[in-house]
Nanobody, 114 residues
Framework: QVQLVESGGGLVQPGGSLRLSCAAS????????MGWYRQAPGKQRELVAV???????NYAGSMKGRFTISRDNGKNTVYLQMNSLRPEDTAVYYC????????WGQGTQVTVSS
């Protein structure tokens, strides 16, 4: 059974940085795409960034230039480096992976506040 486990969330001041990690277990194949979504209180879940097995990336507009997604195919792990964080980045961040079907992690809380 595939499981995605996120880590790296926490409390950070505006302008700070965090690095999220998501490790996939229970899979003997490489995912076609892995990515990050987020959901703020009272809002719908939204795309943050996605990366394909070939390294192609796509970012939501407000994250471009501040967030960087990367992956280690050998470890079936995806990362999200978040810089210049803003209070509006506060949300639960979910890892997502796709091959044959979509898998979701449990989420990790990111809070940006002074």
């Amino acid at each position: 059974q595939v499981q995605l486990v996120e880590s790296g969330g926490g409390l950070v001041q505006p302008g700070g940085s965090l690095r999220l990690s998501c490790a996939a277990s229970g899979s003997d194949y490489m995912f076609d795409a892995m990515g990050w979504y987020r959901q703020a209180p009272g809002k719908q879940r939204e795309l943050v960034a996605v990366i394909t097995s070939g390294g192609g990336t796509n970012y939501a507009g407000s994250m471009k230039g501040r967030f960087t997604i990367s992956r280690d195919n050998g470890k079936n792990t995806v990362y999200l480096q978040m810089n210049s964080l803003r209070p509006e980045d506060t949300a639960v961040y979910y890892c997502n992976a796709y091959r044959y079907r979509v898998y979701w992690g449990q989420g990790t809380q990111v809070t940006v506040s002074s």
